[in-house]
């Protein structure tokens, strides 16, 4: 995949960081962390890729680790 300055893709992030794509989902869902920019596609059946800027992958550490100490947001 193409390399884009600044940021990573959302594969990466889930290696970094040690989440699932349906952790990061969720989090975007709940408006904790969403991704910093998407590619775009010609193709109607692929929305896109996410993106990740570092202060958004910061932030996806930072929920998990609240999460894995049992810290809710509710």
Excluded at 3 to 18: A, L, N, R
Excluded at 35 to 52: I, Q
Excluded at 66 to 71: C, E, G, H, P
């Amino acid at each position: 995949m193409k390399k884009i300055e600044g940021y990573v893709w959302k594969s990466d992030v889930i290696k970094m960081v040690g989440v699932t794509a349906g952790e990061l989902r969720i989090y975007n869902e709940n408006e904790l962390v969403s991704p910093s920019a998407k590619t775009v596609h010609e193709r109607r059946d692929n929305p896109g890729y996410w993106l990740y800027d570092e202060d958004a992958v910061e932030m996806v550490y930072l929920v998990k680790q609240l999460r894995m100490a049992d810290f809710s947001a509710n």
